[in-house]
């Protein structure tokens, strides 16, 4: 699974516990909230609902560029977490993280996938909403840096709506 942006090729891989300060620093230049690195080791190492995976630029020095973690609940697959970092940002990589994330999940027999997003996070819904997610439901004042809210988007019929998605 590798496509080029630029000069150098993308590839999503599963992450591995050498991923991890990579993942991390994405994460913290990412969100307000970012997770501390024992949670992704908990993700990684001992969640057994828990997928994580990244976009890897390759090369002469491979360079880790994005992330998602997700967790399958039964037939359910939540979005734990997915960035990618702000050099790398509007080259489709999240796209490619989503899909990956996605169709593993359906394989495994997910029928729908849900997540929450700040209701302020414009660039995030896009994205959501060219998969298809719709918005379900709201968490009132759910983050607690600043008090807004989450709101609770859905995807149904994933297998479907996955092979509707062009590219994915
Ligand atoms: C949201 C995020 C993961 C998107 O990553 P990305 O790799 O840039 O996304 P893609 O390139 O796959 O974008 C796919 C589409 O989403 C929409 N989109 C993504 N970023 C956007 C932005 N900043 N403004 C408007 N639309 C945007 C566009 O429709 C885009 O397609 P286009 O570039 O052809 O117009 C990234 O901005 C990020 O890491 N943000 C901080 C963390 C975060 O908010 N995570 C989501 C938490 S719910």
């Known amino acids: 699974m590798t496509e080029h942006a630029g000069d150098s090729t993308i590839r999503i891989r599963r992450m591995a516990a050498e991923d991890l300060v990579q993942v991390v620093e994405i994460d913290q230049v990412s969100f307000s909230m970012p997770w501390p690195v024992r949670s992704f080791r ?22 880790v560029v994005g992330a998602i973690v997700t967790w399958l609940l039964v037939d359910e697959v939540h979005i734990a977490t997915i960035s990618v970092h702000p050099d790398h940002r509007r080259k489709g990589i999240a796209t490619r ?19 929450e997003v700040r209701e302020r996070n414009q660039a995030a819904q896009k994205l959501y909403n060219r998969f298809g997610f719709r918005q ?26 996955l092979q509707e998605l062009e590219g994915c």
């Open 97 to 115: 993280l989503l899909c990956a994330a996605l169709q593993e999940n359906a394989r495994l027999g997910a029928v729908e996938a849900t997540l």
């Open 136 to 161: 379900v439901g709201r968490r009132k004042h759910y983050y607690e840096d600043n008090g807004e809210d989450a709101l609770i988007l859905t995807m149904y019929n994933l297998q479907d709506t």
């Open 42 to 63: 908990f993700q990684l190492e001992e969640n057994p609902a828990a997928a994580l995976w990244v976009a890897e630029e390759t090369g002469p020095a491979p360079k």
